[in-house]
């Protein structure tokens, strides 16, 4: 029997099974399945009619199956390994190519599952402000907002997912019909500027009045929203000086933000009239004004 196994040319049929894979799969195939469908046959006249027969052929088949699978895999383990190897580059290149896409995907499966935004909100985003006028998986369409005036610019911009992400969103839905507006205005040091505060007062609160039980509503639901108390509906007027020794009355108002602009320029209006009231020689003055946002 030893001598059988030595007389068989091994290493030459494993150096013709890698130089000839394919012909050598095919043959070693049809060998497993002549071998298969004898050893069935062989079983069936065996065992008789019952569970056992039913058991044995199953099985042998499954171990046949087995067997082939393995040995496939033990020829063309490096062919395989080689596809691996390409299929992951290849899926790596593909990630790659495509990563900006992936991210706005992402992005749009953050925006519709924590929902810090909806159709219609203003939000400020990558440094504009605007209201959310459409979402898809790939990116935000914005009407723009000036961060000044608050009023529409006209520009549809289009921002991608991925910003959603990457960056912080800030919802201003709340200032789309009441604002925080603030703004200062600079006059010159000639006078005392606490004499006309409690005028100026009066006058900002007669402006706000015609809004006024509508504002109180309307900050009892953002603070309800936002489970904090930050707003105070009462106009606050204040003094102070810049860099330059000038006096700068800041006046800070909860109004509608429609008319905030209006209302500031008659509050300013009347800063002018009680000033030069105070200045009966007529004391040149230059004024700047702004808004603070």
């Not at 699978?69 to 020829?75: E, G, Q, R, V």
């Not at 691996?84 to 580059?89: G, H, N, P, Q, R």
């Not at 907002?145 to 919802?171: A, C, F, W």
Request: hydrophobic share 45%; with cysteine; aromatic share 12%.
């Amino acid at each position: 029997m030893q001598e059988f196994w030595e007389s068989i040319p091994i290493a030459q049929i494993m150096l013709f099974v890698n130089e000839y894979k394919f012909f050598s799969s095919i043959l070693l195939l049809g060998c497993f399945v002549l071998m298969k469908q004898t050893v069935v046959r062989l079983l069936r006249r065996r065992y008789q009619r019952g569970a056992n027969k039913r058991i044995a052929v199953n099985s042998f088949k499954n171990i046949i199956n087995l067997a082939v699978l393995l040995l496939f895999i033990a020829l063309w383990s490096g062919e395989l390994q080689n596809l691996a190897f390409s299929i992951a580059a290849f899926m790596v290149a593909i990630v790659l190519a495509t990563r900006e896409f992936i991210q706005c995907f992402l992005g749009y499966l953050y925006a519709i599952s924590a929902r810090p935004f909806r159709i219609g909100d203003w939000v400020q985003l990558n440094n504009v402000s605007g209201e959310v006028v459409e979402l898809d998986w790939a990116k935000v369409t914005v009407l723009e907002i000036d961060e000044q005036s608050m009023d529409y610019t006209g520009k549809h911009l289009y921002i991608p997912n991925s910003l959603i992400v990457t960056r912080t969103v800030t919802n201003l839905n709340f200032l789309k019909r009441y604002a925080i507006h603030q703004f200062k205005v600079t006059l010159e040091p000639h006078s005392n500027p606490y004499q006309i505060v409690p005028q100026l007062l009066d006058r900002a609160r007669h402006y706000c009045e015609d809004f006024r039980d509508v504002a109180e509503r309307y900050k009892g639901v953002i603070e309800r929203q936002l489970d904090t108390e930050f707003i105070d509906i009462e106009p606050d007027i204040s003094v102070e000086t810049n860099i330059y020794g000038k006096y700068e009355i800041c006046v800070s108002l909860f109004c509608p933000s429609e008319q905030k602009h209006h209302i500031q320029q008659k509050i300013t209006a009347d800063i002018f009239l009680h000033w030069f009231e105070q200045a009966p020689a007529l004391v040149p003055i230059t004024s700047t004004i702004y808004a603070e946002h």
